[in-house]
């Protein structure tokens, strides 16, 4: 079958979505369910997790069994929180170590409302984005996502715009780089040192460090990650 069956529309999406296109993709099927007879689309992986398969055919080609649950679920939280979009590509850009566009993001256009929240009363506070955690489940921060994905140049840039780390205990080079790309350190006076946040399972970046060990040993073993 090529059609939807909530909406009629074909099931081959263009990579540019119209709007009510991609409502129908996370809306009608409830992420899960088929609308239309309500049988449960989703698999077990072999480690146990819930998974909807299809085929996926994009720039990159044909993939084959390919588990879209996980964008349909970040996709539609981000639809109730839009604010936090720029922190979910925060966290995307941490793993993939593109120092340029986390400094592009965090020095974006102050009046920009896409990083705003509001508090219990209401009223909107700005999100700060070096500080995010993974609200999706893992409550990884930005440092956290770095380490597992073994990004030596990210976690120096956060320890240094969102740590008390001191300065000598930076690499001159690494000084210097953060000067030429133009990032600014400012004051942590009453801001949360990043090192001391804690992940779903409460590992500080440095814990998480020590489990992985290999490139980080010699991290784990000075002061760098220990707030």
């Known amino acids: 079958m090529n059609q939807c069956t909530a909406c009629g529309k074909s099931l081959t999406l263009e990579i540019e979505l119209e709007e009510e296109d991609e409502q129908c993709l996370l809306d009608a099927y409830e992420m899960t369910q088929c609308p239309t007879c309500a049988r449960n689309v989703s698999s077990r992986s072999s480690s146990g997790e819930?998974?909807?398969?299809?085929?996926?055919?994009?720039?990159?080609?044909?993939?084959?069994?390919?588990?879209?649950?996980?964008?349909?679920?970040?996709?539609?939280?981000?639809?109730?929180?839009?604010?936090?979009?720029?922190?979910?590509?925060?966290?995307?850009?941490?793993?993939?170590?593109?120092?340029?566009?986390?400094?592009?993001?965090?020095?974006?256009?102050e009046h920009d409302d896409a990083g705003m929240s509001t508090d219990e009363e209401g009223a909107a506070k700005p999100i700060d984005i070096l500080r995010y955690q993974d609200s999706l489940g893992s409550l990884s921060t930005g440092l956290h996502v770095a380490i597992s994905n073994g990004r030596e140049e990210i976690v120096w840039l956060l320890l240094f715009l969102a740590s008390s780390l001191e300065l000598q205990c930076f690499p001159p080079d690494v000084i210097q780089a953060a000067e030429t790309l133009g990032a600014s350190r400012q004051g942590q006076t009453g801001k949360v040192d990043i090192r001391v946040l804690e992940d779903s399972e409460h590992r500080t970046a440095e814990t998480l460090a020590q489990q992985l060990g290999g490139l980080w040993e010699s991290w784990v073993q000075s002061p760098r990650l220990r707030p």
Do not use: M, T
């Not at 979009?85 to 120092?99: I, P, Q, S, W, Y």
């Open 50 to 109: 819930e998974q909807v398969l299809c085929n996926l055919e994009n720039e990159g080609g044909l993939q084959e069994a390919y588990d879209i649950l996980p964008i349909l679920k970040e996709e539609s939280y981000l639809k109730a929180f839009p604010e936090e979009r720029k922190c979910r590509a925060f966290l995307e850009f941490c793993a993939e170590g593109d120092v340029g566009a986390i400094l592009d993001l965090i020095n974006g256009d």
